[in-house]
């Protein structure tokens, strides 16, 4: 890989392939979105919302994140976390914080200050893909405490765009 070329592609065949090995899918997201944005605007599409998810998913910033909160949940999986940063993210410690800060400054801020209050209401009511993750962690299952919150912010952003672009639609 040269300086100048970023591999977008391989970054998304790498966020696809380990959302899928943990059942994640990206309609799942966007129903969420949609179900909540609905209140707003009962003309929304579930197409607007799956078109608001890739979206988001399409900034590099994005991306970035989520590859970020795979790597370390990745290596809590395989034990290959320094003490005490292992027991931290394996139990999920609600004093560590960084995992609520890379979703919020990794992905939710780019969409606003409805994403960013989308996300605080989402971290404590979780919903989706986000709870699925947190339930099966919390039961023994596979640690998720960086991606959780990366997918409650992936719901948060596209919930931020749908209500600008309606907001925006509706003064012209």
Known sequence: MTNDI???????????????????????????????QRQFNNELTIDEAKMAV???????????????????????????????????????????????MLAINGIA?????IAVSNFGYLDVHKSNAAKKLDTAQKNGGQIATMLDDCISAIQACAEGYLAHNLSASDME
Request: charged content about 25%.
């Open 109 to 113: 801020q780019l969409y606003g200050s």
């Open 54 to 100: 890739r979206k988001v998913l399409s900034k590099r910033e994005v991306r970035n994140a989520i590859m970020v909160a795979l790597a370390i949940d990745n290596l809590a999986n395989a034990h290959q976390l320094p003490e005490p940063l292992q027991t931290i993210i394996a139990e999920d410690n609600p004093c560590f914080g960084v995992d609520e």
């Open 6 to 36: 970023y591999p977008d592609q391989e970054v998304w065949n790498y966020i696809q392939a380990e959302l899928n090995k943990r059942d994640i899918s990206l309609n799942e997201i966007a129903t969420h979105a949609w179900e909540h």
